[in-house]
């Protein structure tokens, strides 16, 4: 779901602007002919990076399940994933112009947000499951 989400909004909202970038420099003496397989290219690019990176929630969650990030850790380094987001979208972006990075880096923003909101309800806190357990099972020095 989040991967197909992903895949539609970089085909309509990101797409238009990409083709129009590429398709911009014509002029009087210079005409665009994209061939079908560069036209391919770029919107498979597009579909598979946006796809991707709309999975980051889901990929937050596993990471808090198997206990290697927290709620509190994201909220605390949200500065670095900012700076990480722009990086990425600056990489990922199969085009050179800023609108284009912006349109990747405004919803790996948002996506960043509601990964700390699904971890928070999904992730589940191993401290509090650990320490529940060791109180069920009691000390086994007391039971001897």
């Known amino acids: 779901m989040c991967f197909l989400s992903g895949a539609a ?27 079908v397989s560069e036209y391919f290219s770029l919107s498979l ?5 946006f796809g991707v990176i709309f999975e980051m929630p889901v990929f937050m969650v596993l990471l808090a399940r198997l206990g290697m990030v927290t709620q509190a850790g994201l909220r605390h380094h949200r500065r670095y994933a900012v700076l990480i987001n722009f990086i990425v979208a ?3 972006t199969p085009t050179p112009d800023v609108v284009n990075q912006l349109l990747m880096a405004g919803p790996l923003l948002i996506l960043y947000e509601v990964s700390v909101i699904a ?3 999904f992730g589940g806190d191993r401290s509090k499951t650990r320490h529940a357990t060791e109180s069920d099972e009691g000390n086994p020095d007391e039971l001897a």
């Open 119 to 121: 971890v928070r309800l």
């Open 90 to 92: 600056a990489i990922l």
């Open 45 to 49: 690019r597009l579909l598979l990076a």
């Open 9 to 35: 909004f970089g085909y309509l909202v990101v797409f238009p602007p990409a083709f129009r970038f590429f398709v911009g420099y014509n002029n009087a003496y210079l005409t665009s002919l994209p061939a």
